[in-house]
C-alpha cells in the first residue's frame, strides 16, 4: 500500500514502510514537540529544553556528546530516538574555497548542500527535496525528476551539519550565515516542511539565523507565493525568472505553462515586503535564448512597478544540457541596460563549479567529474 500526496499538479509516492518504520528522530522537532515526547517516556519537560539547545544551539547531534545528561538518560534516549539519521556520503573542496555536501538518506536517497564563504559572510544552499519535478531546460538537477519531499529534519538537518563541519559543535560562526532554499527541489512544493524548518533556523534560541538571511527561491508555484506572504515568520522571496515573455518562459520553465507571468507578477506585487527590502529576480544568461538587449529591455518593462533587482546567472553548463553560458562581455551589457533603466542588476560569480557545486548543477553526482 502506497500514500499519495499531491501537491497542484505534482504526485509523490512514499511506502508505508518509509512513513512508519524509522526510528525518532529529534531534528526537525521544534520544542513544543520536543518536551511532549520528553513527557510521553516519563522525563522532565526542561530535559527537552536542554536537548533542544544541544541539537540546534550547540549542534551536538550524538547523545554522547551531550554531558548535561546522565549516562542513564543517554542510554534512554538511544534506544527509542536518534539525533538524526542523514550523514555526509562525500564531501568535495573547490578551488575557490566552495563545499559540495552528498548526504545519504535513511531510505539510501542522496541530496546535496553547498558551503560558499566570503570574507564576512558565508552561505549554506540547501535542498527540499529529492530531485524536482519542475523540468527546467537549463537545470541538471530536473534530470533527477522527483524521488520525494524532505522532512523537517532531513532539511533543518543539512545546516547543522555543514555548520559542525566548518566549526565542530559549540563554536559559534565567526562571520554572518546566510541560508539559500536554492538547492535541489521546489520548496514552495514541500511547503509544511520548509516553513517549519525556516521556523526552526530562526529561532533566536537555537540556530538562530534571522529570516533576513534566510531566502526562499520558486520558480513559481503562485499559490504558494500567497501562502508564504501570510506567514508570521517567512523568509526574503526570490523568484526563478529566467524569461522575459510567456513564450520564452513556457519553453524553459514548464510551469509557467500553469502560472504564467501575469498572474506571477501579480503575486509578487502582492507580496508584503519590510521597509527596503525588495524580491530577487534570478535571471540565467543562456547563450543566443535569454541574453539580447531585447531581452534586457523586456526584461525592465516586466518589473516596472515591482520592489525589485536582479541577480544574473550565467550558466553553468553540464554535458546533460543543451546550452551555452553567455559570454561575460554579454552579461555586462545586459547588465549595464538594466542599471542604466534604474533596474538594480548584479551579477552573480559562479563558485564551485570545478566540483558541480554551482547554480544548476547539483545531481547528486558522487565524484567532479575531474
Not at 115 to 131: D, F, L, N
Not at 235 to 258: C, Q, V, Y
Request: aromatic share 6%; proline share 5%.
Amino acid at each position: 500500500m502506497v500514500t499519495i500526496e499531491t501537491t497542484q499538479n505534482f504526485i509523490q509516492l512514499k511506502s508505508d514502510k518509509e512513513l512508519n518504520t524509522q526510528p525518532k528522530e529529534l531534528v526537525g522537532m521544534d520544542l513544543a514537540a520536543m518536551r511532549q515526547f520528553f513527557k510521553e517516556i516519563g522525563e522532565q519537560p526542561f530535559r527537552a529544553t536542554q536537548l533542544y539547545r544541544a541539537i540546534y544551539k550547540h549542534r551536538q547531534t550524538s547523545f554522547e556528546e551531550i554531558t548535561e545528561f546522565s549516562k542513564d538518560l543517554r542510554t534512554k534516549l538511544s534506544s527509542l530516538s536518534v539525533v538524526m539519521q542523514q550523514q555526509i556520503d562525500r564531501k568535495f573542496n573547490s578551488q575557490d574555497g566552495t563545499r559540495r555536501y552528498l548526504f545519504k538518506l535513511f531510505d539510501g536517497r542522496e541530496i546535496e548542500s553547498v558551503w560558499i564563504p566570503e570574507t564576512e559572510r558565508a552561505t549554506i544552499c540547501i535542498s527540499s527535496q529529492v530531485g524536482c519535478p519542475l523540468a527546467c531546460e537549463f537545470c541538471l538537477t530536473a534530470q533527477l525528476k522527483l524521488k520525494r519531499n524532505l522532512s523537517v529534519g532531513e532539511i533543518v538537518g543539512q545546516v547543522i551539519t555543514v555548520l559542525s563541519d566548518v566549526y565542530g559543535i559549540k563554536q559559534p560562526p565567526d562571520r554572518q550565515i546566510n541560508i539559500v532554499m536554492m538547492g535541489m527541489g521546489e520548496p514552495l512544493l514541500n511547503y509544511d516542511n520548509v516553513t517549519a524548518t525556516i521556523r526552526l533556523m530562526s529561532d533566536m534560541e537555537g540556530i538562530a539565523i534571522s529570516t533576513r538571511h534566510i531566502t526562499l527561491s520558486t520558480a513559481g508555484v503562485v499559490p504558494r507565493i500567497y501562502d508564504l506572504g501570510k506567514e508570521e515568520i517567512r523568509p526574503k522571496l526570490a523568484i526563478s525568472l529566467t524569461g522575459a515573455t510567456d513564450e520564452l518562459r513556457d519553453r524553459l520553465m514548464p510551469i509557467n505553462r500553469r502560472y504564467p507571468l501575469k498572474e506571477l507578477l501579480k503575486a509578487c506585487q502582492e507580496f508584503p515586503l519590510k521597509p527596503r527590502e525588495k524580491i530577487t529576480f534570478e535571471y540565467v544568461m543562456l547563450k543566443g535564448v535569454t541574453d539580447s538587449d531585447v531581452d534586457a529591455r523586456r526584461l525592465v518593462k516586466l518589473l516596472s512597478g515591482l520592489q525589485a533587482k536582479v541577480n544574473l546567472i550565467p550558466h553553468n553548463p553540464a554535458e546533460e544540457l543543451p546550452f551555452e553560458s553567455s559570454s561575460h562581455e554579454r552579461v555586462l551589457a545586459f547588465q549595464q541596460i538594466l542599471v542604466d533603466s534604474g533596474l538594480p542588476a548584479f551579477i552573480r560569480r559562479p563558485r564551485g563549479q570545478d566540483i558541480f557545486a554551482a547554480c544548476g548543477q547539483l545531481a547528486a553526482k558522487s565524484s567532479t567529474g575531474m
